[in-house]
């Protein structure tokens, strides 16, 4: 009990905090669907950060891909993949101001040799398949 009050004040200590879905919270190739183990993160990491900290004042979500396909497709799946996390986030009964945004493939964290054959590349290319949850300005 101690413990868990001693962690629940220190996530208040910062004014925001940043949680990434990322390994085996990604996106599958041209998909928007939030998969168990990103369900299970923001279960785990989002919402217990919410209600220590008395919610917030606002939230970004941000949704990425990879460079595989056009542009026009990718910003629009970014969009929904971000659009994902908020609905999610909603359904659990988040009522803070989400701004969703998708930046399609402009801001890789992965590079991966063009060379390599396409279900190799695709592999490779997965963490760039992410959605960054953001909160801002949480109460002290």
């Given at each position: 009990?101690?413990?868990?009050?001693?962690?629940?004040?220190?996530?208040?200590?910062?004014?925001?905090?940043?949680?990434?879905?990322?390994?085996?919270?990604?996106?599958?190739?041209?998909?928007s669907v939030l998969?168990?183990?990103?369900?299970?993160?923001?279960?785990?990491?989002?919402?217990p950060k919410l209600?220590?900290?008395?919610?917030?004042?606002?939230?970004?979500?941000?949704?990425?891909?990879?460079?595989?396909?056009?542009?026009?497709?990718?910003?629009?799946?970014?969009?929904?993949?971000?659009?994902?996390?908020?609905?999610?986030?909603?359904?659990?009964?988040?009522?803070?101001?989400?701004?969703?945004?998708?930046?399609?493939?402009?801001?890789?964290?992965?590079?991966?040799?063009?060379?390599?054959?396409?279900?190799?590349?695709v592999a490779c290319?997965?963490?760039?398949?992410?959605?960054?949850?953001?909160?801002?300005?949480?109460?002290?």
């Open positions: 009990e101690m413990l868990r009050s001693l962690v629940g004040s220190e996530m208040c200590i910062r004014d925001s905090f940043t949680i990434a879905l990322e390994s085996d919270q990604t996106f599958g190739l041209n998909q998969n168990r183990a990103a369900k299970n993160r923001i279960d785990r990491d989002v919402l209600s220590a900290c008395n919610g917030a004042s606002g939230m970004t979500i941000t949704g990425y891909t990879d460079l595989l396909g056009n542009a026009r497709a990718n910003q629009v799946l970014s969009e929904k993949r971000a659009a994902a996390v908020a609905d999610y986030l909603k359904k659990k009964g988040v009522t803070v101001n989400m701004k969703v945004a998708g930046v399609g493939a402009s801001q890789p964290v992965k590079e991966c040799d063009n060379k390599l054959n396409r279900t190799k590349l290319l997965a963490p760039n398949r992410r959605v960054l949850i953001e909160m801002h300005h949480l109460p002290k």
